[in-house]
């Protein structure tokens, strides 16, 4: 009996840890939705300027973003960094197959999609909590997107 206990014990230690780290995750989740509103990443006419090549703004995020990633890998590498389970940060190299269909392909389609619906699939949620919720009907469309592709995913060439 005392065995089964501490085993009930130790499941709900897990779960509270569990449930602790996605809280975590959920208040960082918050503030980078906050972020988005606030830096006007998600705003259609910030997406629209930068289709149409009139402004710098989207450019300038979206540069720093690759340059703190960038900076980010190097660290992670130069460090021999570790996750939160103490086992190494393995990032495997990128095989280059050169330019082939499906990337521009992908890129026009991902592309098209933004332009046409003024909003990345990043933000949707961040979007729908600043009260846009006309953006459903984007995130339904995302969501049957993606079923689409894990259907035809066996078919197509990978």
Not at 44 to 54: G, L
């Amino acid at each position: 009996m005392a065995k089964s206990t501490k085993a009930a014990n130790r499941s709900d230690a897990a779960s509270t840890l569990r449930l602790g780290s996605m809280l975590i995750y959920l208040v960082l989740g918050i503030i980078f939705g906050i972020i988005l509103i606030k830096s006007e990443v998600v705003s259609w006419f910030r997406i629209q300027e930068m289709f149409r090549f009139q402004a710098f703004h989207m450019y300038g995020i979206i540069g720093s973003a690759i340059a703190v990633a960038a900076l980010s890998f190097f660290t992670i590498k130069k460090l021999n960094l570790r996750d939160r389970s103490g086992e190494p940060i393995v990032i495997p190299p990128k095989k280059w197959e050169g330019i082939g269909t499906r990337y521009w392909l992908g890129g026009i389609i991902f592309g098209l999609g933004w332009a046409l619906l003024g909003a990345c699939p990043g933000p949707i949620f961040a979007l729908f909590g600043a009260g846009f919720t006309v953006i459903a009907i984007a995130f339904l469309s995302a969501i049957a997107g993606t079923w689409v592709y894990g259907y035809l995913r066996p078919k197509l060439p990978h």
